[in-house]
């Protein structure tokens, strides 16, 4: 395909997320933001769509790029949301950022994976046996994701090129560390959700795929992480807990990696997907934003 067929099949919104534009809850006493939902195909390496809220106009804007989680599961993916953290993706949008979450290759109609039949989707996220887990590469083939996109949306002049923002919840978060370590020009600050791989092993809550590999994982990517991150995780998270989280961080830091940490109080049921709820966007956007105001 050519190169104009192509960013044609990017730019041209394939379907509307309820309605054009979405009139954004104020924070303050100012008047709401408009802000444009869109779906965008992305013609990438490996192409994927995304979803994009971004304000109306036409920018440039900061860019933020949010990672979601994975699933080992193919029947899992399969029914994999096209939106995932609709509502923290509009808080970004709200305060001015154009934002990107692409939905990973292997989810949705991809997660074919049925190995008798010697069908395979392109899920590339999977960590090996717990007895000698790979954390570091899949983190880092994500990571390549991320800097494909800014690329592209760099050559689409859509949004300025030093102004980039990656957030990630969970496998994702720790694909934006994997980022952290290859310290790209373009990116300046990083903020993570319940970052971390290997959680709840055969659906057991606090059962972790070796534990002491993660961290030892962890601060491989800190000897040469120089991005300012923000790491949030949270008390009741089954996945990745208190201990083993301060492990991670302490591990990061003290290989030479910038993080600063915090422990969130119990949300919900689950805290491991407190970035996916409305209700949580007070408890973490006021850390959010001070962090960001200290890396502008």
Same mark, same amino acid.
């Given at each position: 395909?050519r190169?104009?067929?192509?960013r044609?099949?990017?730019?041209?919104?394939?379907?509307?997320l309820?309605?054009?534009?979405?009139?954004?809850r104020?924070?303050?006493?100012?008047?709401?933001?408009?802000i444009?939902?869109?779906?965008?195909?992305?013609?990438l390496p490996?192409?994927m769509?995304?979803?994009?809220?971004?304000?109306?106009?036409?920018?440039?804007?900061?860019l933020?790029?949010?990672?979601?989680g994975?699933?080992?599961?193919a029947?899992?993916?399969?029914?994999?949301?096209l939106?995932e953290?609709?509502?923290?993706?509009?808080w970004?949008?709200?305060?001015?950022?154009?934002?990107?979450?692409?939905?990973?290759?292997?989810?949705?109609?991809?997660?074919?994976?049925i190995?008798?039949?010697?069908?395979?989707?392109?899920?590339?996220?999977k960590?090996?046996?717990?007895?000698?887990?790979?954390?570091?590469?899949?983190?880092?083939?994500?990571?390549q994701?991320?800097?494909?996109?800014?690329?592209?949306?760099? $050559? =689409?002049?859509?949004?300025? *090129?030093?102004?980039?923002?990656?957030?990630?919840?969970?496998? +994702?978060?720790?694909? /934006? &560390?994997a980022?952290?370590?290859?310290?790209?020009?373009?990116?300046?600050?990083i903020?993570?959700?319940?970052?971390?791989?290997?959680?709840r092993?055969?659906?057991?809550?606090?059962?972790?795929?070796?534990?002491?590999?993660l961290?030892?994982a962890?601060?491989?990517?800190g000897?040469?992480s120089?991005?300012?991150?923000?790491?949030l995780?949270?008390?009741n998270?089954?996945?990745?807990?208190?201990?083993?989280?301060?492990?991670?961080?302490?591990?990061?830091?003290?290989?030479g990696?910038? $993080? =600063?940490?915090?422990?969130? *109080?119990?949300?919900?049921?689950?805290g491991?997907?407190?970035? +996916?709820?409305a209700? /949580? &966007?007070?408890i973490?956007?006021?850390?959010?934003e001070?962090?960001?105001d200290k890396?502008?």
């Amino acid at each position: 395909m050519r190169q104009h067929g192509l960013r044609a099949l990017a730019t041209v919104t394939l379907l509307l997320l309820l309605g054009l534009t979405t009139p954004a809850r104020a924070d303050d006493n100012s008047p709401p933001q408009r802000i444009q939902e869109e779906i965008w195909a992305l013609p990438l390496p490996l192409p994927m769509f995304a979803y994009l809220v971004r304000p109306l106009g036409d920018g440039p804007f900061p860019l933020v790029i949010m990672n979601h989680g994975v699933s080992l599961n193919a029947r899992d993916r399969s029914f994999f949301p096209l939106v995932e953290f609709r509502d923290a993706a509009m808080w970004f949008a709200r305060h001015g950022y154009l934002v990107v979450a692409p939905v990973g290759t292997g989810y949705g109609a991809a997660a074919i994976d049925i190995p008798e039949r010697g069908l395979y989707g392109p899920f590339f996220s999977k960590v090996g046996k717990c007895s000698n887990p790979n954390f570091l590469d899949p983190g880092l083939a994500v990571a390549q994701v991320d800097l494909w996109i800014i690329d592209y949306m760099v $050559a =689409e002049r859509r949004i300025v *090129p030093k102004d980039v923002i990656v957030v990630g919840q969970s496998a +994702g978060g720790w694909a /934006a &560390i994997a980022l952290s370590s290859l310290n790209p020009p373009q990116v300046k600050a990083i903020i993570t959700f319940a970052a971390g791989r290997g959680g709840r092993v055969d659906g057991k809550p606090n059962n972790n795929c070796n534990p002491d590999r993660l961290v030892e994982a962890t601060g491989v990517f800190g000897n040469t992480s120089r991005v300012p991150m923000l790491w949030l995780y949270i008390e009741n998270d089954t996945f990745f807990g208190p201990a083993l989280s301060k492990r991670m961080h302490e591990a990061f830091t003290r290989a030479g990696g910038r $993080a =600063e940490y915090h422990l969130l *109080p119990p949300f919900g049921d689950e805290g491991h997907f407190l970035i +996916g709820s409305a209700d /949580a &966007i007070p408890i973490w956007s006021p850390l959010v934003e001070r962090f960001l105001d200290k890396v502008r």
